[in-house]
């Protein structure tokens, strides 16, 4: 949800013609355009969304499924976020004129190759895609992984601004 949002708020403020990011970072999914045909938590009960959640994503995290408490205040929010996901254009509006990293798991088949490389449309500036072991919730296992590519990312947009007599 966090990659859709992102690229809509970069598309609004250039549409107001204000500045941009300077760079949007994507993870684990393909572009919002792209729309997830392979299921739908439309009409599901909650006991069937928590088992598509463990089929498609791997489920959530054993803390949370035992806490009745905590998936009661989740579902929701995931059903919501999965309803606006579904809601979004099946086109893409055009590119922006700033360069997008995505990131996904390895073994995520929500986030392979060939998905990552949908956000190329959202850029005129050539994506730069790094996959990193595990499945969707790569990041638990992988923050520090992510955090030096977000860094070496950052040195490099730096690098190239200080080179470029337009930065």
Same mark, same amino acid.
Request: aromatic share 8%; with cysteine.
């Given at each position: 949800?966090?990659?859709?949002?992102?690229?809509?708020?970069?598309?609004?403020?250039?549409?107001? !013609?204000?500045?941009?990011?300077?760079?949007? =970072?994507?993870?684990?999914?393909?572009?919002?355009?792209?729309? =997830?045909?392979?299921?739908?938590?439309? #009409?599901?009960?909650?006991?069937?969304?928590?088992?598509?959640?463990?089929? /498609? %994503? !791997? #489920?959530?995290? +054993?803390? +949370?499924?035992?806490?009745?408490?905590?998936?009661?205040?989740?579902?929701?929010?995931?059903?919501?976020?999965?309803?606006?996901?579904?809601? =979004?254009?099946?086109?893409?509006? !055009?590119?922006?004129?700033?360069p997008i990293v995505a990131? !996904?798991?390895?073994?995520?088949?929500?986030?392979g190759a060939e998905r990552?490389?949908?956000?190329?449309? %959202?850029?005129?500036?050539?994506?730069?895609? /790094?996959?990193?072991? #595990? #499945?969707? =919730? %790569?990041?638990?296992?992988?923050?520090?992984?992510v955090l030096s590519i977000?860094?070496?990312?950052?040195?490099?947009?730096?690098? +190239?601004? +200080?080179?470029?007599?337009?930065?």
């Open positions: 949800m966090g990659s859709a949002v992102a690229i809509a708020v970069a598309r609004e403020l250039s549409e107001r !013609g204000l500045s941009v990011p300077r760079c949007v =970072f994507v993870s684990g999914r393909q572009a919002p355009h792209r729309p =997830f045909a392979e299921w739908s938590m439309r #009409g599901l009960s909650d006991s069937q969304v928590l088992d598509a959640l463990q089929r /498609h %994503y !791997g #489920g959530l995290p +054993a803390e +949370a499924l035992a806490n009745p408490e905590l998936i009661e205040m989740m579902l929701p929010v995931l059903r919501a976020d999965f309803a606006l996901l579904e809601s =979004f254009p099946a086109t893409c509006p !055009g590119p922006l004129p700033l990131i !996904g798991g390895a073994e995520d088949p929500w986030a990552l490389q949908t956000w190329q449309m %959202y850029s005129t500036m050539p994506l730069r895609s /790094h996959h990193l072991p #595990g #499945g969707h =919730f %790569y990041l638990d296992d992988r923050l520090d992984d977000v860094r070496a990312e950052c040195r490099g947009m730096q690098t +190239a601004g +200080a080179a470029s007599p337009q930065a």
